[in-house]
């Protein structure tokens, strides 16, 4: 077993301005710098974290906590200020599935347009493109636009595209209210079937339910400090006293 | 995500969001491919005319300007006018088609970060990628107008040497190239001023009268004198529509007309290296801003 990701004394705050323009920031350097034109946030306080490969790991918290900014910094969006994120292999997210769809184009474009945008290459989309399509359960309407397709069956494709991208390392992001009943059964056959295959999963969700049916280590984040990091059973244990209190 | 290369599990730990700047767009040639293909799909989208738009726009600039400054203003030659310019219609279209090229090109690039700000906010991936297909797109939309371009310059009897369609490729290089840099520095500094795109408007605006594409060369000579007229001939656009103008106008006419001294020998090269220096120093602006981009947009 290996290190699949590596966080080392993270630390990472917002600046929250409060002007996109340049005049009221040139004005604000003129005057003398009076008054708070930004204000700091700490979303991520000092976090170690070591993730082994093949470990299936749920970041737990309430909302503001800073689950979806840790897992933005393992995705390599956001770039930490001190500390360092490291990750083995290819990490692909189902950040918010279809963030790279385009409405005006059809299925079969948006899957080849998402998959390369996920890190597939043109072969390995050609290859898995015919199981995409059947994962995603599209049938006949994968050549029309994405804009007539319901949400559910947009969820689906998008989602299908994601599980078709074969990384190391998989994050999930509040993704499994995809679809219906029978689709959503069958998308956690799937992420349980990638974790058997061996593959890294980071999930973020307040589903506590669900994650402690598919993870096995629970990281509890408060005010963007780790406050706990075990089993999940015990984690889900510690954030249902945290946010009973 | 780190790039599509590293597929083997014995890869080691790397930092995640640390990209190669160009070097990356250039390895993921794919997705850019995609993107390109995406824009060309959805902008004409719901229109009758469609791509037909990308000739009837430029036409009617064409016949404006021609009009206007051609006939009005009296820079066409013609037997009253004897000083004015042979085949006007040509050397004002062959500098149109340039400057078209390079607004659209520019104007896209500086919103592009801003535009893809959902995908960019979620998803990493080298963001130089949304500059570079939107100069891209217009390289496409400017094909059908240097098609055009031709068919005129054919009419009016063109017969150009080897030499001035380098100078035409050359030319389109030194601009392609500045609006690339400059998409590069003021799409990445629209993330945090939105400002950026007020200042490329105006550019653009002044590009359009800062080369000769309307009037003469000469004319800005008589005007400023050698010395201020050197550093009008630095602006790589004026560098790429002399360019044009020599390799397009300039066959159609008996070739007796002033050209820039030193044009290929010297202003092109220099053309060249400005339009690179600019791209380097969009590129080292890009990346020191990007860091921050999913968070400010």
């Known amino acids: 077993m290996s290190v699949a990701i590596e966080v080392q004394q993270l630390n990472k705050q917002f600046v929250l301005r409060h002007t996109r323009s340049l005049k009221e920031a040139i004005v604000w350097l003129v005057t003398g710098r009076k008054g708070d034109i930004s204000k700091k946030f700490h979303a991520l306080h000092n976090v170690d974290l070591e993730i082994q490969q093949g470990e299936t790991v749920a970041l737990l918290?309430?909302?503001?906590?800073?689950?979806?900014?840790?897992?933005?910094?393992?995705?390599?969006?956001?770039?930490?200020?001190?500390?360092?994120?490291?990750?083995?292999?290819?990490?692909?997210?189902?950040?918010?599935?279809?963030?790279?769809?385009?409405?005006?184009?059809?299925?079969?474009?948006?899957?080849?347009?998402?998959?390369?945008?996920?890190?597939?290459?043109?072969?390995?989309?050609?290859?898995?493109?015919?199981?995409?399509?059947?994962?995603?359960?599209?049938?006949?309407?994968?050549?029309?636009?994405?804009?007539?397709?319901?949400?559910?069956m947009y969820l689906r494709l998008a989602f299908s595209v994601a599980v078709h991208t074969d990384p190391e390392v998989f994050l999930v992001d509040?993704?499994?209210?995809?679809?219906?009943?029978?689709?959503?059964?069958?998308?956690?056959?799937?992420?349980?079937?990638?974790?058997a295959a061996g593959k890294t999963l980071v999930v973020v969700s307040h589903d506590l339910e669900l994650v402690s049916r598919?993870?096995?280590?629970?990281?509890?984040?408060?005010?963007?400090?780790?406050?706990?990091d075990g089993a999940i059973d015990d984690a889900v244990a510690q954030l249902r006293t945290e946010s009973s209190r | 995500?780190?790039?599509?290369?590293?597929?083997?599990?014995?890869?080691?730990?790397?930092?995640?969001?640390?990209?190669?700047?160009?070097?990356?767009?250039?390895?993921?040639?794919?997705?850019?491919?995609?993107?390109?293909?995406?824009?060309?799909?959805?902008?004409?989208?719901?229109?009758?005319?469609?791509?037909?738009?990308?000739?009837?726009?430029?036409?009617?600039?064409?016949?404006?300007?021609?009009i206007a400054l051609g006939v009005f203003l009296g820079l066409e030659k013609s037997a009253r006018n004897p000083d004015g310019l042979g085949n006007y219609a040509v050397y004002l279209f062959s500098g149109i088609v340039l400057i078209n090229f390079f607004t659209e090109a520019l104007s896209n690039a500086a919103r592009s970060i801003?535009?893809?700000?959902?995908?960019?906010?979620?998803?990493?991936?080298?963001?130089?990628?949304?500059?570079?297909?939107?100069?891209?797109?217009?390289?496409?939309?400017f094909i059908p107008q240097l098609v055009v371009l031709v068919v005129a310059c054919f009419f009016a009897g063109w017969h150009p040497s080897f030499l001035?369609?380098?100078?035409?490729?050359?030319?389109?290089?030194?601009?392609?190239?500045?609006?690339?840099?400059?998409?590069?520095?003021?799409?990445s500094a629209n993330v945090y001023f939105r400002d950026s795109e007020n200042i490329v408007d105006m550019l653009l605006m002044v590009a359009t009268w800062a080369s000769p594409i309307m009037y003469s060369w000469t004319m800005v000579r008589e005007k400023?004198?050698?010395?201020?007229?050197?550093?009008?001939?630095?602006?790589?656009?004026?560098?790429?529509?002399?360019?044009?103008?020599?390799?397009?106008?300039?066959?159609?006419?008996?070739?007796?007309?002033p050209m820039p001294p030193n044009l290929l020998p010297v202003w092109?090269?220099?053309?060249?290296?400005?339009?690179?220096?600019?791209?380097?120093?969009?590129?080292?602006?890009?990346?020191?801003?990007?860091?921050?981009?999913?968070?400010?947009?």
Not at chain 1, 67 to 92: F, Q
Not at chain 1, 214 to 223: E, P, Q, T
Not at chain 2, 271 to 289: E, N, T
């Open chain 1, 61 to 152: 918290g309430l909302n503001g906590s800073g689950k979806s900014t840790l897992l933005k910094h393992i995705s390599g969006v956001m770039l930490p200020d001190s500390g360092s994120v490291r990750t083995r292999g290819r990490v692909a997210g189902l950040i918010e599935v279809g963030a790279g769809f385009h409405h005006d184009l059809s299925g079969r474009d948006n899957v080849y347009l998402n998959g390369a945008i996920l890190g597939m290459t043109e072969s390995q989309i050609d290859e898995q493109f015919d199981s995409i399509v059947e994962f995603s359960e599209i049938g006949e309407f994968i050549d029309t636009e994405v804009r007539f397709y319901s949400s559910g």
């Open chain 1, 174 to 195: 509040e993704i499994l209210a995809v679809g219906d009943e029978p689709f959503q059964r069958k998308c956690l056959a799937k992420i349980k079937e990638l974790s």
């Open chain 1, 214 to 228: 598919i993870c096995d280590r629970g990281v509890v984040l408060k005010h963007g400090n780790v406050v706990f």
């Open chain 2, 1 to 66: 995500m780190t790039t599509a290369s590293d597929f083997n599990e014995s890869a080691s730990l790397v930092r995640p969001g640390v990209g190669g700047g160009l070097a990356d767009v250039f390895r993921q040639r794919f997705l850019l491919k995609l993107l390109v293909r995406k824009e060309l799909q959805i902008r004409y989208k719901g229109s009758v005319l469609g791509l037909l738009w990308s000739y009837v726009k430029p036409g009617v600039q064409f016949l404006v300007f021609y």
């Open chain 2, 114 to 141: 801003v535009g893809n700000g959902g995908l960019i906010k979620k998803i990493y991936l080298p963001r130089e990628l949304f500059p570079v297909a939107s100069v891209w797109v217009s390289a496409v939309h």
């Open chain 2, 164 to 187: 001035q369609l380098i100078a035409a490729v050359a030319g389109f290089v030194v601009v392609a190239m500045l609006a690339t840099g400059l998409g590069l520095l003021f799409g």
């Open chain 2, 224 to 257: 400023l004198g050698e010395g201020w007229y050197s550093l009008y001939q630095v602006n790589p656009i004026t560098i790429g529509v002399e360019a044009f103008h020599y390799a397009f106008w300039l066959p159609t006419t008996d070739g007796t007309a």
């Open chain 2, 268 to 297: 092109v090269p220099v053309g060249l290296c400005v339009s690179l220096a600019v791209l380097v120093l969009g590129q080292w602006v890009f990346r020191r801003l990007e860091g921050r981009f999913a968070q400010e947009l």
